[in-house]
């Protein structure tokens, strides 16, 4: 079952972080919100370096859409999409497929991007479009169907509307596996989210109020400990997580958790060893009166001879 296990790691100093495992399927109602978040997690640390920053959204037909059941067709058109704005000269871009629309548990598939783009007057806009649409579906098809992809373009330098977006972009939409279940099988092991570009640059945009939260995410998500910074250096088997909930863990959020360290901390090992050596001295002074007296004994004894 989905969070039964978890790993265990711990950084050189000792700190001890467990990470419960999640299959992060969309569907599953166990880890959704904790996937969710991870899925932030992992990308918010590159999107802080975009400011402003623009969002697409890309709409199929509803011809087209049978066609798009394929993981294959999804991944080649992503990296369709990609790889065009990157010839137009952005430089990071993020991009993701929604399943599912809001309101209806009809397949929909449509591409979530974030580019570093800003205000594009409306001439460049109606190109990039148009540049679009002829990537993404053989003219052919447009013409066939009389439709075409339906594109929306928005851009923010308001970090609450960007992180509202990057919630939005990540957030599950295959929310039952009844919905589809033969799709849903074919999405085993499909890598949604894929990044392109060049992601070297500081940060640009600070998180805000509760958002404050995922810099620390972001942190384990890379493997490290959210306040020392420290690698943490995990376990090689997971553990049943009831073993780790014996050891008092903090949620962390994501499913990843601080927990006690196993060895006292450094003050109160001094504590501990000093009581320790006196403890030895002690037995060892006690040893070699004893010894001293023996050997005088045996001394006295071979006077006696
Ligand atoms: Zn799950």
Request: aromatic residues 10%; proline residues 7%; positive net charge.
């Amino acid at each position: 079952m989905c969070g039964s296990l978890a790993l265990v790691g711990e950084t050189s100093s000792g700190k001890r972080i467990a990470k419960r495992i999640c299959c992060g399927r969309e569907w599953c109602e166990e880890c959704r919100e904790q996937a969710h978040n991870r899925r932030i997690a992992r990308i918010v640390k590159r999107l802080l370096q975009v400011d402003p920053m623009g969002y697409g959204v890309i709409t199929f037909p509803e011809e087209v859409r049978p066609l798009m059941r394929n993981p294959r067709t999804l991944a080649l058109l992503g990296k369709k999409l990609r790889s065009l704005l990157r010839k137009r000269g952005y430089q990071k871009i993020y991009c993701r497929w929604h399943f599912f629309g809001d309101k209806s548990t009809k397949h929909n598939p449509h591409l979530n991007v974030f580019c570093d783009g800003g205000y594009l007057p409306p001439g460049q806009l109606s190109d990039l479009k148009d540049d679009i649409r002829r990537a993404l579906l053989p003219r052919s098809m447009a013409n066939q169907y009389g439709k075409d992809l339906v594109i929306h373009y928005d851009f923010t330098r308001d970090p609450k509307r960007k992180m509202h977006w990057i919630k939005y972009v990540t957030r599950p939409t295959f929310l039952e596996r009844e919905w589809d279940d033969q799709l849903a099988s074919m999405l085993y092991g499909f890598h949604n989210g894929c990044f392109a570009g060049t992601w070297n640059d500081a940060p640009k945009w600070k998180l805000t109020g509760s958002d404050k939260k995922f810099n620390a995410l972001a942190r384990l998500a890379e493997g490290l400990h959210p306040e020392s910074g420290e690698p943490v250096k995990w376990d090689s088997k997971p553990l049943p997580w009831v073993l780790v909930l014996m050891q008092n863990p903090v949620h962390l959020g994501a499913w990843w958790y601080s927990l006690p360290p196993t060895r006292p901390p450094p003050a109160q090992l001094g504590g501990v060893e000093e009581r320790l050596n006196g403890l030895l001295k002690r037995k060892h002074a006690a040893f070699l009166a004893s010894e001293e007296y023996l050997e005088q004994l045996i001394q006295g004894g071979d006077q006696c001879k």
